[in-house]
């Protein structure tokens, strides 16, 4: 029996989706974030030197890569209710 991997492909979502952090990412590290009722490995799609997002933070997810979701940082104008402060 042979095995062949596969690469994955980057998609991207015709909308973005909202997230809910659940283990902190940052921009050299893999965390996790809660979306579409499950958790998720998540990274940022654009490494930023300073960026990182905390548990209980919300963010955008504009794609996934394989299981990695690809995310943002949201804005308050990006969460379709009000944020808890």
Request: charged share 15%; proline share 8%.
């Given at each position: ?14 909308q ?13 590290s ?20 300073t960026?990182?997002?905390?548990p ?30």
């Amino acid at each position: 029996m042979s095995l062949r991997l596969i690469p994955h492909e980057t998609q991207f979502f015709q909308q973005p989706i909202i997230g809910q952090v659940e283990k902190v990412v940052t921009t050299n590290s893999i965390g996790r974030v809660k979306a579409m009722g499950s958790y998720w490995p998540a990274r940022f799609y654009i490494k930023n030197e300073t960026q990182s997002v905390f548990p209980d933070q919300w963010v955008k997810i504009i794609g996934i890569h394989g299981i990695t979701l690809l995310i943002e940082p949201a804005s308050q104008d990006d969460v379709p209710f009000p944020l808890a402060s």
